[in-house]
């Protein structure tokens, strides 16, 4: 994500300092390499930290201080509990911007992308400021609370299902086989488990160690028991029941034939 923004910022006319603590911030030569953290923000007007989660609140500590006064301290970690107390506690010179982009480094433009703003000091001018930068971006401002627990769901569990998931399926020795049997239900499924594969073992740990998790994924471990077990007992009638239950409740906010229809179409779309 680093290296992604900063070409962003490149295409905007930014000058950009990149510093990387294990390699170049990024390619090219339009990137000022600097040679140390605190002398990448020196002169910032904004500085972007694109760094592992657990790591960020002991960074701004490190150069919030060292900063302009005036200066923007931008932070784009997927859990903020921690990240926001932190920001809480920069010197007053120093404007906090808390956003958390929900997409990665392959998209090509930041049209139509979701952003998250938690607000941390003073919310209509962060975002403000956020969307100033972001042009074409849609945002969403939401509490640092509500967002931890939001996104145990939206990038936990599915992080969560999707590790186990390409887990088990990584241990088939007779995948080409799978392949040759499957059908569009698989073929999406792999589809995303193998990409959410892409990402750092470090971010995906990070993702799924997010403390609000744990609430859905005992209901996700709790709900497998209950239904292999009515299988196995043949309750046929309680496993339908949970069927159209889902289906019900699903169907109060979208239309789940469309939905089969958007599938097909990502099949088609993968395989051209």
Same mark, same amino acid.
């Given at each position: ?12 006319? #930014? ?43 002991? =960074? ?42 929900? #997409? ?10 979701? =952003? ?15 969307? @100033?930068? #972001? ?29 186990? #998931?390409?887990?088990?399926? @990584? ?23 193998? @990409? ?77």
């Amino acid at each position: 994500m680093g290296q992604w923004f900063s070409k962003y910022f490149l295409g905007k006319g #930014f000058e950009v300092t990149g510093y990387d603590s294990e390699k170049k911030a990024a390619a090219g030569k339009e990137i000022i390499q600097a040679e140390s953290l605190v002398g990448a923000i020196l002169k910032a007007d904004y500085v972007v930290l694109c760094t592992p989660t657990r790591k960020t609140p002991e =960074i701004i500590r490190l150069i919030a201080k060292e900063m302009k006064r005036g200066t923007y301290l931008i932070e784009i970690s997927s859990e903020k509990s921690k990240v926001v107390s932190s920001l809480t506690r920069m010197p007053a010179k120093i404007n906090p911007i808390c956003i958390h982009p929900m #997409f990665g480094p392959g998209i090509k433009t930041m049209r139509g992308q979701n =952003i998250i703003s938690v607000p941390v000091k003073d919310a209509k001018k962060e975002l403000a400021v956020a969307k @100033s930068l #972001f042009e074409g971006a849609n945002f969403v401002t939401i509490d640092v609370v509500e967002h931890d627990k939001k996104i145990a769901v939206i990038l936990g569990l599915t992080h969560l299902m999707n590790l186990v #998931f390409a887990n088990i399926v @990584s241990k088939d020795e007779k995948m080409l086989l799978t392949e040759k049997m499957s059908g569009t239900t698989f073929r999406v499924q792999k589809t995303l488990a193998e @990409s959410i594969m892409t990402e750092s073992p470090e971010l995906i740990e990070t993702i799924i160690a997010n403390p609000e998790i744990r609430r859905v994924a005992e209901e996700l471990w709790k709900d497998i028991g209950r239904l292999l077990t009515a299988v196995q007992e043949s309750k046929t009638e309680e496993v339908v029941k949970y069927i159209k239950d889902c289906q019900e409740r699903l169907g109060k906010h979208t239309d789940i034939n469309k939905s089969y229809k958007r599938m097909t179409k990502m099949v088609k779309a993968v395989e051209k």
